[in-house]
């Protein structure tokens, strides 16, 4: 599967973002999916990850209660809605696919990438 992740930009703090990720391939709904994120100077982190329904997420406790991800299963795109954004939400943000049984927080389970989107926050 090939992931295309767009949305990113600059906002101001408190304000809010919708990051999309688009899979080629008609196998999208196999695939758990998450967001990671890197900021500069920093590993690449865990942020979200979604079932395959969509029924179950797992968050990172940074992001707890502001960030909110879903999937279109029709659609082939995996969202990372992101409200009350902080300075220290700056990154490029990844999206990744997993072909793991259970939604995953561990960057190794991912197996396919895509390119990350920059999100820029000012304070």
């Known amino acids: 599967v090939q992931l295309q992740a767009s949305g990113g930009g600059l906002v101001q703090a408190g304000g809010s973002l919708r990051l999309s990720c688009a899979a080629s391939?008609?196998?999208?709904?196999?695939?758990?999916m998450g967001w990671f994120r890197r900021a500069p100077g920093k590993e690449r982190e865990f942020v979200a990850a979604?079932?395959?329904?969509?029924?179950?997420?797992v968050y990172a406790d940074s992001v707890k209660g502001r960030f909110t991800i879903s999937r279109d299963n029709a659609k082939n795109t995996v969202y990372l809605q992101m409200n009350s954004l902080k300075p220290e939400d700056a990154a490029v943000y990844y999206c990744?696919?997993?072909?793991?049984?259970?939604?995953?927080?561990?960057?190794?389970?991912?197996?396919?990438w895509g390119q990350g989107t920059l999100v820029t926050v000012s304070s």
């Open positions: 391939g008609r196998t999208f709904s196999t695939y758990l």
């Open positions: 990744g696919a997993d072909q793991s049984l259970r939604v995953s927080n561990y960057e190794s389970d991912y197996d396919y």
């Open positions: 979604i079932s395959r329904s969509g029924g179950s997420t």
